[in-house]
């Protein structure tokens, strides 16, 4: 056998070796920033709202600055490129020669950082994904091997942060396939596999907690015809949320001045939150409070005012959020507005039908239901809420609803904020 037969017998495996090295290089690379970013977000936001709700005069001041700060690190840092969220990740696998650039990663990092910590109605999960899949395009331009699997190292940077976001490998992976790839090939699932096995690994190290640790004791059947009721509600606002995003981004992006567009954007979000402090940022402490009261709480009108307040403004403020230059996306307003939705469903279903259901339980499969409507991924969906919690007590039912919503949405309107196209716009 000469040298040439021996190199075509060890190609696959060198192939195999070299894509199996990458993945695992990708995943914790993908891990580490994911988990920083949570952290720094979760101590600086906890801090400024604080210091905010002592007093009002900041919540003026820091959705300016956040804004401001972005737009000028975007400027002169960023190559004066505006971040697209996840619609840069369909460029880049659509296409043979557009990649994602190296510098995406400190972009999103920043700007999704600064967004929330400063009052911007959105999370950092979208900011995380997209630097995660930056790792994973810029590691496939090292090696000319790699190049035929762009997409699948992509979605491995992907499930690796969303694994270690929500502690939750399978719905790092099915986010991969529900929202990106849309296909499995062998090469999609060894990097995957991979990627997300050493981010799980690296979390479980690190002792990482739930982001929301509740007790879920048990779920009654006579409750289920009430949780499709919340699926069809969670669909109809999630297309609510859907077109918020697309109207208000389309006619912001039609003000030239980045400066009226930061003022006019950071007047509105200031002044919802001097209404309604619950919008700041992702808005994560305001369902980890409810959550702890959930069975206290009684249906008042001043709380009912203030729910309808949360489901109306929570839409229009995350689209301004994101229209005047903040960076994220609608996993966060997505979860929030579920939670929300569900508990007012529980409390009117309660004191005016006598339904005897569990409002923790609903304001659970709300967040699931709003989360597969907005972005048509009900798989996802379900194993992600269910690692948000570390709980599976209400998967059945939190994947009968997160296909009802999914399918409520889809019927009204067929996109979502990352699948449209402009003229689809109606």
Not at 161 to 171: V, Y
Not at 174 to 193: C, G, H
Not at 323 to 342: E, H, K, N, R, T
Not at 348 to 355: E, K, P
Request: charged share 15%.
């Amino acid at each position: 056998m000469n040298k040439t037969q021996r190199l075509r017998k060890q190609y696959p495996w060198i192939k195999l070796q070299k894509v199996s090295i990458a993945s695992l290089l990708i995943g914790f690379l993908c891990a580490f920033l994911a988990v920083c970013l949570k952290h720094l977000t979760e101590h600086y936001e906890e801090i400024l709202f604080h210091k905010a709700k002592e007093n009002w005069f900041l919540f003026l001041v820091f959705p300016v600055f956040g804004l401001s700060v972005i737009y000028f690190l975007r400027h002169y840092l960023f190559k004066k490129k505006e971040n697209k969220g996840i619609k840069e990740i369909f460029e880049t696998t659509a296409s043979k020669t557009q990649n994602l650039p190296i510098y995406k990663v400190p972009s999103h990092f920043f700007n999704g950082l600064l967004t929330v910590v400063f009052g911007g109605s959105t999370g950092i999960e979208v900011s995380t994904v997209v630097a995660s899949a930056a790792i994973g395009s810029v590691a496939q331009k090292k090696d000319n091997l790699f190049k035929r699997y762009k997409t699948e190292l992509i979605c491995a940077g992907i499930a690796a942060g969303i694994t270690a976001l929500f502690s939750s490998p399978i719905a790092g992976i099915l986010f991969s396939f529900e929202v990106i790839s849309k296909k499995i090939t062998k090469a999609f699932a060894l990097s995957t596999i991979l990627a997300v096995s050493i981010a799980y690994g690296f979390i479980i190290i690190l002792d990482e907690k739930p982001l929301f640790e509740v007790s879920v004791s048990t779920w009654h059947l006579h409750a289920f015809p009430y949780f499709l009721l919340l699926g069809v509600l969670a669909g109809v606002n999630s297309v609510y949320l859907t077109k918020s995003v697309l109207l208000l981004k389309n006619r912001f992006a039609k003000i030239d001045n980045h400066s009226t567009k930061i003022i006019v954007g950071s007047l509105i979000i200031s002044a919802s939150l001097l209404i309604l402090p619950q919008l700041y940022g992702e808005g994560y402490h305001s369902i980890k409070t409810i959550f702890e009261n959930s069975e206290s709480v009684i249906l008042t009108l001043p709380f009912v005012l203030t729910l309808l307040g949360i489901l109306f403004l929570k839409p229009i403020i995350t689209s301004i959020t994101l229209a005047s230059g903040g960076d994220g996306g609608v996993f966060a307003p997505s979860m929030f507005i579920g939670a929300f939705l569900g508990l007012l469903t529980a409390l009117v279903l309660n004191t005016f039908f006598d339904a005897d259901v569990i409002p923790l339980n609903f304001m659970i499969i709300g967040m699931g239901a709003m989360l597969s409507a907005s972005i048509h991924a009900p798989f996802t969906a379900l194993f992600l809420i269910c690692g948000l919690i570390n709980d599976y007590t209400l998967f059945f039912p939190l994947l009968i609803v997160c296909l009802v919503s999914k399918t409520t949405a889809k019927l009204i309107y067929p996109y979502t904020v990352y699948s449209y196209q402009p003229q689809n716009i109606k």
